[in-house]
């Protein structure tokens, strides 16, 4: 079946503009994550969805950061006013089970964010 | 909050050669423990993934990962690896739904 899908693969933004990154998880998946790769570096948690509830932004960077999964599938990542620093692959993944502390997380290839 | 440490940031080996990557988390709790791989252009796929049991871990392409709780320790090896190889090689902890990264190792293997 069909893996995590990501649009848009790669987005270039001014800065000070705002952004929108889309995923669109594996259907039945009730658990989605956020991650964000700077360069050389491993994916960094973001935020977490179980359905439409936002369980946890901890990882969220700044208040110009933004998630959301309304109706428990697709969800979209909101950066606004980006700065040069969020210049990087974000990453969505989901994962079938509510308890995924035991389960297997699936990734998307990526939004590569570049801010000039 | 747990880390993620990967010993070697670049390898470089022959075909045919034995791969070995390091990688060593700190947590004091129990954790469950994978191995992440991203081949060029892809996207990051599931190697193999550690959570109870037998601390030899086998996973696709060959790849194994041998859990040492007393070392804090999840080390990846490959007997005898292909020039497919190539790729981006992760670990990861998990000690509650979200994964810790180590910032990981790239291997590139030589024909």
């Known amino acids: 079946g069909a893996g995590v899908s990501q649009s848009p693969r790669y987005k270039v933004a001014k800065r000070g503009q705002d952004v929108a990154l889309r995923c669109d998880p594996i259907s039945g998946h009730v658990s989605l994550f956020w991650y964000q790769q700077a360069l050389g570096q491993g994916p960094e948690f973001l935020t977490y969805f179980q359905n439409e509830a936002q369980l946890d932004k901890s990882g969220l960077p700044s208040d110009r950061f933004f998630a959301e999964r309304p109706e428990g599938s697709v969800s979209t990542l909101k950066i606004q006013r980006t700065q040069q620093e969020d210049s990087a692959v974000y990453l969505c993944a989901s994962s079938l089970v509510v308890d995924s502390f035991r389960d297997t997380q699936y990734f998307g290839p990526g939004t590569r964010l570049t801010v000039l | 909050a747990q880390s993620v440490s990967q010993h070697n940031h670049h390898v470089i080996l022959s075909e045919a050669a034995s791969l070995e990557l390091g990688c060593n988390y700190s947590y004091g709790g129990t954790v469950n423990l994978f191995w992440y791989v991203q081949y060029p252009g892809q996207h990051l796929q599931l190697l193999l993934k550690?959570?109870?049991?037998?601390?030899l871990v086998k996973g696709i392409k060959g790849f194994e990962a041998e859990f040492i709780k007393s070392k804090f320790s999840f080390n990846l090896r490959k007997p005898s690896v292909q020039w497919s190889d190539t790729a981006e090689y992760f670990c990861a902890v998990n000690a509650q739904y979200k994964l810790s990264f180590g910032a990981g190792t790239t291997v590139t293997v030589r024909a």
């Open positions: 550690y959570f109870s049991g037998d601390p």
